[in-house]
């Protein structure tokens, strides 16, 4: 994940970013908010969710630790198959949080600041939950948390990649994105540009997108089909894919990853030339690394028979619309 290799501060062993306990030193572990690394777990200091859903994030002044806080509304503690699927949900918000902090970008919660960012992870056993962002509220529907739904929404939507982590990434650029280029900037102008004028009526759009479905060649402009329906949700999808490409980056760079490209070059290949930097200062020299390591993943994947794990093509349109949130992101 946006992750770094975190290692036990007892015994130096390699650990994981969700580890509780050092399988090599029997060590309690807990993840330093504060520090953004993985200690010992303090005396008292275990997250008021950590025997509930092996949270492991060091408690702050509430009792829950940083991205525990961050959730306004969770199932009950009775209800256990809702408490299984949102203990997968704040795992992957736990991620996030992560990279958004690893960005430098600003994370206010609800509970410091009003119309703060807040998570409602709903259960759609009792009733209907649409996931979606308003106002700094972030609604997850825990349903996606069940593999067998998620997938079975992906198929029906003909998507090429459903997971948990990409809705709260798609969700939270919703929220970032008047925090990022607000009422009356240079920012939002430039948006508008690069992705189409926002005011248009989004029920209307929401409507053509449903009846018609994605405009033909919608390829070469957008990141996903998704993205068509409206300027925000252009945005959202961008800017999700932005932190996948970020967070798989600082991955590769901590376990040592590098592609360098195939060995044999078809004559039809993209020009693989790249590699990694450990700190590559813009999106382009970012992708020069990204597209082989890319290539490299997909092909490992098909050797064990699942799908692409990258399942995307990035046209050039769609890189300047990167560029532009990677710009607006180094900026905050
Ligand atoms: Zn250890
Ligand atoms: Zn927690
Ligand atoms: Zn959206």
Redesign the pocket.
């Known amino acids: 994940m946006a992750m770094r290799a975190f290692t036990c501060p007892d015994c130096r062993h390699l650990v994981t970013f969700d580890s509780t306990v050092c399988l090599h030193s029997q060590t309690a572990l807990g993840f330093d908010w504060e520090a953004r690394d993985v200690v010992a777990l303090p005396d008292g200091g275990a ?1 008021g ?2 025997e509930l859903i092996a ?1 492991n ?1 060091v408690a702050g002044p509430g009792g ?2 940083a ?2 806080a961050l959730t306004r509304t969770r199932p009950a503690d009775g209800d256990a198959e809702g408490i299984a699927l949102f203990a997968d949900a ?1 795992g992957a918000k736990r991620r996030l949080l992560f990279e958004l902090l690893e960005l430098g970008l600003p994370v206010d919660g609800f509970r410091e600041k009003e119309g703060g960012l807040a998570f409602d992870l709903l259960s759609s056993a009792a009733g209907p939950v649409t996931t979606g962002h308003a106002d700094g509220v972030i609604t997850l529907d825990l349903a996606e948390a069940d593999p067998a739904h998620r997938e079975r929404m992906r198929t029906q939507l003909d998507e090429p990649y459903r997971t948990v982590l990409g809705h709260m990434r798609h969700e939270v650029a919703h929220y970032y994105q008047p925090i990022l280029a607000p009422e009356g900037s240079a920012a939002l102008e430039r948006c508008r540009a690069l992705l189409g004028d926002d005011r248009e009526a989004y029920s209307t759009a929401m409507d053509r997108h449903y009846e018609q479905g994605a405009p033909a060649g919608w390829e070469s402009h957008f990141v996903s089909a998704y993205a068509t329906m409206h300027p925000w949700e252009d945005w959202a999808e961008t800017f999700a894919h932005y932190l996948h490409i970020r967070d798989v980056l600082q991955t590769a760079v901590a376990y040592g990853v590098s592609v360098t490209g195939p060995q044999v070059l078809a004559a039809d290949a993209a020009p693989l030339y790249a590699f990694p930097a450990a700190a590559p200062d813009d999106l382009r020299a970012m992708l020069d690394t990204w597209l082989p390591l890319t290539y490299a993943l997909n092909a490992i994947n098909r050797s064990l028979g699942a799908q692409d794990l990258y399942p995307f093509v990035l046209a050039p349109d769609v890189i300047d619309k990167l560029a532009f949130i990677d710009e607006l992101v180094r900026a905050a």
């Open positions: 997250c969710n950590r949270c994030g829950l630790c991205s525990c704040e």
